[in-house]
Every structure is written in C-alpha cells, then in structure tokens.
C-alpha cells in the first residue's frame, strides 16, 4: 500500500506558472501542468486559481465523467488538514432535461383541457 503524499498550502502556492500548475480541489492536490494547453476553456481559468483552492470554480462549471477522469489521472496527493472529499459529477443533460420538462409538460396539459373545459361551457 503506497502512501499518500500530504501538501500544505505554502507548497501548492509555489506552483503558479504555465509549466508548473498545482490546484486543490475538494482537499485534493492535482499537478494540471501536462494538461493545461489541452483544457477547452483555456489556460486562463486554470492559471487563474494556480496554487490555490480551485473547487468552487471547478464545481460550478459543472465538468463531465471525462473531466473527471483526467483529473484523477493528475492527483499527486492531499491538503494538509484537508478531508478530501470526491467531487460532483454533473448531472447528464437527459436527467436534468426531464426533470425540468415533467412539471412544464404537466402544467401545459392542465392549462389546455381548463382551456377546453372553459370554452365549452361559455360559448
């Protein structure tokens, strides 16, 4: 069993340049250096929250499996005092899709036979 290399923030604060990139990202340390010109929202964002807590900015984009899945392969250890925790995965769009819809599909029904209803029994 391998143990896991643990990061105080001092360390991750030294990796801020386009060639050396660490993040922490809900108690974890990522090295994103080999990824950052591959990122499709640009080297920005990510230089943005160079050795800093970069969760709320990855959560709140919503990243798919796959983001996820490089992520993980960028793990180099844990924050120091941090409980890491895995990240959110985004919602398939399908799911949100229906859950969004079921309500609005019902309310339209609802409205078309009150409609109906309505104009039949006044003219």
Not at 46 to 69: K, P, R, V, W
Not at 113 to 122: L, S
């Amino acid at each position: 069993m391998s143990t896991v290399k643990v990061y105080d923030y001092e360390e991750i604060a030294k990796h801020t340049t386009h060639d050396d990139v660490w993040v922490v990202i809900n108690g974890k340390v990522y090295n994103v250096s080999s990824y950052i010109d591959e990122h499709p929202g640009g080297e920005e964002v990510i230089l943005d929250c160079a050795g800093t807590d970069a969760t709320e900015a990855f959560e709140d984009i919503g990243h798919s499996d796959e983001a996820h899945e490089i992520l993980e392969k960028l793990f180099i250890g844990n924050l120091k005092g941090a409980k890491p925790v895995e990240t959110k995965r985004a919602q398939s769009y399908s799911t949100q899709e229906s859950s969004v819809n079921f309500p609005l599909i019902a309310v339209v029904v609802f409205l078309i036979a009150f409609g109906a209803y309505y104009y039949k029994t006044n003219f």
